[in-house]
């Protein structure tokens, strides 16, 4: 089915977040929408699901002038939606998900179950999805949860898919599987919106490519653009997409991690028997795919871990079996990989949010007062250093987007004095031009001499920061290799297998 | 008004819509968190959503509390018989029956203008005073646990400990005067602020719901104090069989404020001095803000180095000690001739109503609490000059709750935008629109 936008606009106020955007989605066609977050893109796709009432333009399908007054219109209509945070009921089964809204009933009101089995059955078998109809969804990875989300917009024959951010949560591997299926469905006949600010993921599926900035369209591309292209299309000017870094000063050891075990509430090792150490002046790259025990290493290294075995020693103090605080206070810097829930303080200041870890004692805290004009002198500074982009700093964190939520997070870390940085995925949910800024940071906090261990998954990132990789899998570690090693070599090491290199570097 | 029988249904209906799921036995970071589930979101927003949406609370149930008085008044209802020949009567009755109640409501809670002299003129707005003294600092209470995160429902528990400890000292010691009345205010403090520390602990330790730990803590402290009424050489008065105890001495009992003709007692200025305090620990000190980051999210201010458990235990205490000022103020001003356990008046379920209309600040709980108190002393003049059943006052309170509680309510009626219906996205250029909301 062929889609049709035609300059569609859409104001909050004063805010114009769509500006007379047109935008065509051939039958059998991918197409990515491409921005920054906050760039009109999940606007435009909740006016054209019906979410939002357009005050201007018009939705065709297949030439035929649309309205939609909610979702509801929209499904009838063909348009099915991937979200990106899962719309499913946990305890149901997959079949009770996906007849869930249109539930069809046998004589005297009874859900027909088999049949909604049934057309799991078909559709999953029909992509080679591997699916069970009835598996609760609680207990399918989030993988499998997604494409349980797909069965449901296909089920209710959706022609037009939009599909917002979807490789946000997923593994790289879940990744690649996401693009396959795409690519199946487009050749089904069915037209796909891509929305997305990863550029290596467009490239790779995307027909074409429109890129949305300060809610216009500002360009198409074609998929041979290059990322630089892309990205200055996107952010409005020229973006450094590689890390410039100096081969590493090394200093002496700082972190020594010894045969650490971390275990969980049910008793599992999550990190199991992990050892590494980490010199001043050098980045550790932990990679691997999500859940296999790095989250739980970056927690035990701040004390957040209840259960937790083997030693930790910074500049040769024992750190297990410190408290939080008083591991903070021995100069370790922390961002969490889940900012909303572990690093801020939604409903808190700008201000308050750069203090919430030192709110113990000098400088922001006297006599048991806060020193109200010491924090707003600070905050001003970070703010302008951080080049946090906001109205004031008495603006609540919560309303500020995901990049400058994170800047906040490392001002206030890295304006501590540091002996080590801990950075769990640093640049998740964050823009481009931000992700250049953290990762400008990280490798000065490097350069500083501070040893900096990083987190992550996405396996540009840990090439572009790493001095050594170090990769998880399972709770173990598969090896430990230098910075450069290839991707393919990573990728395997990632499945769990040993690079047949010689750990050199470990 | 609100004295409430040992089996009264609050306490039920508070549990039936409050109990979460069990939850497992502690762990590190689960039981800190699970709690800050729907519930306490939902409550959250009702407790510190838009100061406008409070007035107008009040307001509409004012409004309807007129309708209820009109439809309750006989001459109302005889001139209704004959409305379709003279409707003009019955729109006559109306007005003379709401504005009689409303305008006795005004002389009963501020200023009475029947009688000759300012000095006796202004008499119900020291009785207002009187009665809002034990909501001001019970509603302090309240709203500062809830800024912690916590629901602290034992503000009945807590009061009559605090009762209890403090009666004991005014009439069972010899102590001089001021010393005296020291020593019962901390007897009472620490009495009520140990009750809710109770709950603090628990909760800190093995993750249990201070909701439900405190409504129980509710009945043992009822039936503690009930049996401590009883049995003589604690409580109760000597040579006496009423569960009831000997009047506090005089040199315990709180100075009146005003001279004796006015009810109006040293516990004002304490209450005044409570928000005061409560004000400086949320808003300026070093553990408020440690308070306020583990009610906004525990997980967060738990990764930033705060101790979330002692924050737990240190709010409750603090909590506790407020409502236990609630508590002291009764015994040693309002009621100094001999308690029974009916002494905290209902002040402590009123107290979260107080909170909730105040928005857990310290500035609006007081307004809140001398709007109830006004309630509470208008009240009895309405239905001694109108004959308008107390009860109407006790359903405009509820009203107060409940639009308080249904925010989209509020907004629906007065056409006022609702919050965060604009972008939820918050774009670097575009904040300064989002928070001009």
């Given at each position: 089915m062929k889609l049709e936008l035609r300059g569609i606009t859409k104001t909050f106020g004063t805010l114009v977040a769509n500006d007379h955007i047109d935008l065509t989605v051939e039958a059998g066609e991918i197409h990515c929408l491409l921005g920054e977050n906050g760039a009109g893109k999940s606007t435009l796709m909740n006016v054209l699901y019906g979410l939002y009432q357009a005050d201007g333009g018009e939705i065709l399908l297949d030439d035929r002038v649309q309205h939609f007054a909610g979702p509801g219109d929209a499904m009838r209509a063909g348009i099915g939606m991937v979200h990106q945070h899962f719309m499913l009921i946990p305890v149901f089964t997959v079949a009770e998900n996906v007849m869930l809204g249109?539930?069809?009933?046998?004589?005297?009101g009874r859900l027909d179950l088999p049949a909604a089995r049934a057309k799991v059955r078909e559709i999953s078998d029909r992509f080679g999805f591997d699916v069970d109809p009835d598996a609760l969804v609680d207990d399918l990875p989030v993988g499998v949860q997604q494409r349980v989300e797909i069965i449901k917009a296909l089920s209710r024959d959706a022609r037009v898919l939009v599909f917002d951010e979807p490789t946000a949560v997923l593994t790289p591997q879940e990744t690649d599987e996401l693009m396959a299926i795409m690519r199946q469905l487009k050749e089904s006949g069915t037209s796909i919106v891509f929305i997305t600010h990863k550029l290596r993921e467009v490239r790779e599926v995307a027909d074409r490519i429109t890129v949305i900035r300060l809610g216009k369209v500002v360009g198409e591309a074609s998929p041979t653009a290059t990322n630089a292209e892309l990205a200055s299309l996107m952010v409005g000017r020229a973006v450094e997409l590689t890390v410039q870094k100096a081969p590493p000063t090394l200093g002496e050891p700082a972190l020594v991690v010894d045969g650490l075990t971390v275990i969980d509430p049910i008793g599992q090792l999550v990190v199991n028997d992990v050892s590494f150490e980490v010199r001043r002046g050098e980045i550790l790259a932990v990679a691997g795919v999500q859940g296999n025990g790095q989250t739980e290493l970056t927690e035990a290294l701040v004390g957040l871990q209840p259960r937790v075995q083997g030693s930790m020693r910074l500049d040769g103090n024992e750190l297990n079996g410190d408290s939080v605080r008083s591991i903070l206070n021995a100069g370790v810097g922390f961002v969490p990989e889940d900012r909303k829930e572990?690093?801020?303080?939604?409903?808190?200041?700008?201000?308050?949010?750069?203090?919430?870890?030192?709110?113990?004692?000098?400088?922001?805290?006297?006599?048991?007062?806060v020193q109200l004009s010491t924090l707003a002198a600070f905050a001003e500074e970070k703010v302008a250093e951080y080049d946090v982009r906001t109205p004031s700093i008495e603006t609540k964190v919560g309303r500020l987007s995901g990049g400058n939520q994170q800047k906040v997070v490392l001002?206030?870390?890295?304006?501590?004095?540091?002996?080590l940085l801990v950075a769990a995925q640093p640049t998740r949910g964050v823009d481009v031009g931000s992700i250049e800024f953290i990762h400008k940071r990280i490798v000065e906090t490097r350069d500083a001499g501070v040893p900096v261990v990083v987190v992550s998954t996405e396996l540009d990132e840990v090439t572009a920061l790493a001095d050594r990789i170090m990769v998880m899998y399972r709770g173990r570690v598969v090896g430990i290799v230098p910075g450069d090693t290839p991707r393919d070599v990573l990728g395997l090491m990632m499945a769990g297998e040993s690079p047949n290199l010689e750990g050199a570097a470990a | 008004m609100t004295t409430q029988s040992p089996n009264d249904p609050d306490v039920a209906v508070e549990t039936g819509s409050q109990v979460p799921p069990a939850e497992p036995v502690t762990r590190q970071p689960e039981p800190d968190v699970e709690p800050e589930s729907r519930w306490h979101r939902a409550f959250r927003e009702i407790a510190t959503g838009n100061a406008i949406i409070s007035v107008l609370a009040v307001l509409l149930a004012l409004l309807v509390g007129a309708i209820m008085i009109a439809f309750t008044d006989e001459r109302v209802q005889e001139a209704s018989v004959y409305f379709f020949a003279r409707p003009g009567d019955t729109f006559i009755a109306i007005w003379e029956s709401v504005s009689g109640a409303y305008s006795a409501f005004f002389q009963g809670s501020i200023y009475n203008f029947r009688?000759?002299?300012f000095a006796t003129g202004i008499r119900p707005l020291t009785e207002t005073l009187t009665f809002a003294t034990p909501l001001?600092?019970?509603?302090?209470?309240?709203a500062l646990a809830f800024r912690v995160g916590m629901f602290n429902i034992g503000g009945r528990g807590q009061m009559l400990m605090a009762s209890?400890?403090?009666?004991?000292?005014?009439?069972?010691?010899?102590?001089?005067?001021?010393?005296?009345?020291?020593?019962?205010?901390?007897a009472g403090l620490l009495a009520g602020a140990l009750w809710a520390g109770i709950a603090g602990l628990l909760k800190a330790r093995t993750g249990a719901h201070e909701v439900i730990v405190t409504i129980m803590l509710n009945y043992v402290a009822l039936y503690l104090v009930t049996w401590m009424l009883r049995t003589p050489g604690?409580?109760?008065a000597p040579g006496s069989n009423n569960p009831k105890t000997p009047p506090m001495k005089d040199t315990a009992i709180f100075p009146e404020l005003l001279g004796p003709q006015y009810n109006l007692h040293f516990g004002f200025i304490l209450a005044i001095a409570a928000v005061v305090l409560v004000w400086w620990i949320l808003d300026r000190s070093a553990l408020g803000f440690q308070f306020r980051a583990v009610g906004e999210n525990p997980n967060a201010a738990r990764v930033a180095g705060i101790n979330v458990k002692s924050m737990y235990v240190y709010a409750m205490l603090i909590s506790g000690a407020l409502i236990g000022l609630a508590g002291v103020s009764q015994v040693l001003g309002t009621v100094t001739t001999g308690f029974s356990s009916g002494i905290d008046a209902g002040i402590g379920f009123d107290a979260i109503t107080v909170a909730l209309l105040g928005r857990s600040t310290p500035w609006g709980v007081l307004a809140a609490g001398i709007l109830f108190g006004a309630f509470k002393a208008g009240g009895f003049a309405m239905q001694a000059a109108e004959g308008v059943p107390i009860d109407i006052v006790l359903v405009v309170q509820s009203l107060i709750v409940l639009f308080i509680a249904a925010p989209p309510l509020v907004r629906a009626i007065f056409r006022l935008p609702a919050p965060g219906s604009g972008p939820r996205r918050a774009a670097p250029t575009t904040t300064k629109e989002v928070t001009a909301k």
């Open positions: 249109h539930e069809q009933t046998k004589a005297g572990d690093g801020l303080v939604g409903e808190f200041s700008i201000a308050e949010n750069l203090m919430l870890d030192r709110a113990d004692g000098a400088p922001f805290v006297k006599g048991g007062n001002a206030r870390e890295l304006s501590r004095d540091l002996r | 009688r000759p002299d001001i600092a019970a509603g302090l209470g309240v209890a400890a403090a009666g004991w000292v005014a009439f069972s010691f010899d102590l001089p005067w001021g010393v005296h009345m020291l020593v019962a205010l901390l604690l409580l109760q």
